[in-house]
């Protein structure tokens, strides 16, 4: 098995591993990335605290760049398998230096999109956190509120839909890695070819 992967791959060997991490990437990053955009979308909705119009804060801000870099990497992973086709193509065959910055800023991308999530759910969390310290102790800080019940504690409570954030957050660091898994694998098949 370990002989086979160091084996030097041909440019036709390279092509169908382009074309077959490209589309698995590329299902595996809309799948993972659909399913933050879903969430997002159901809390902005359906949240219960009150947000200031027109006014975004820092963490939409993020979040909404991250989902831009997200897709950029989704495209990036289909662009494999568009490369796979020239790789395939002996007479639009580009050159390896170019082929491995292609991968690199496929790397490079997928890890913007780590750590802006990363980051994002510090931030979450950190707020979540201050919540729980700024309570009493013994004070309840998780709850469903009911609609029309009244509040003995009117202060800052965890519901569950600041769960969702997180959630989204930990969807889309498991997308940029499959991405970074995918484009270093790229980059180890392209160090072990004989010409391209």
């Known amino acids: 098995m370990f002989n086979r992967l160091s084996t030097p791959s041909s440019p036709r060997q390279i092509a169908v591993n ?46 909404f760049i991250d989902i831009l870099t997200l897709i950029f990497t989704i495209y990036w992973c289909f662009r494999y398998t568009q490369l796979a086709s020239k790789l395939e193509d002996s007479h639009q065959r580009s050159v390896k230096v170019r082929i491995i910055r292609e991968v690199w800023i496929g790397i490079i991308a997928n890890i913007v999109v780590i750590l802006l999530a990363a980051l994002i759910g510090m931030v979450t969390v950190g707020g979540l956190l201050y919540v729980i310290l700024s309570l009493p102790q013994g004070a309840a800080t998780i709850l469903q ?21 997180l959630l989204a957050v930990m969807n889309v660091i498991l997308a940029g890695l499959v991405g970074v898994i995918i484009s270093l694998w790229l980059l180890s098949r392209l160090g072990k070819s004989t010409t391209t």
């Open 18 to 63: 382009f074309r077959y991490l490209g589309w698995i990437g590329f299902w595996c990053q809309v799948v993972l990335g659909s399913i933050p955009v879903i969430l997002v979308t159901f809390q902005w909705f359906f949240s219960s605290k009150p947000q200031r119009i027109g006014v975004p804060d820092s963490g939409n801000i993020l979040s």
């Open 145 to 165: 509120p009911a609609p029309g019940g009244t509040m003995i504690n009117q202060g800052p409570i965890i519901v569950p839909m600041d769960m969702l954030g």
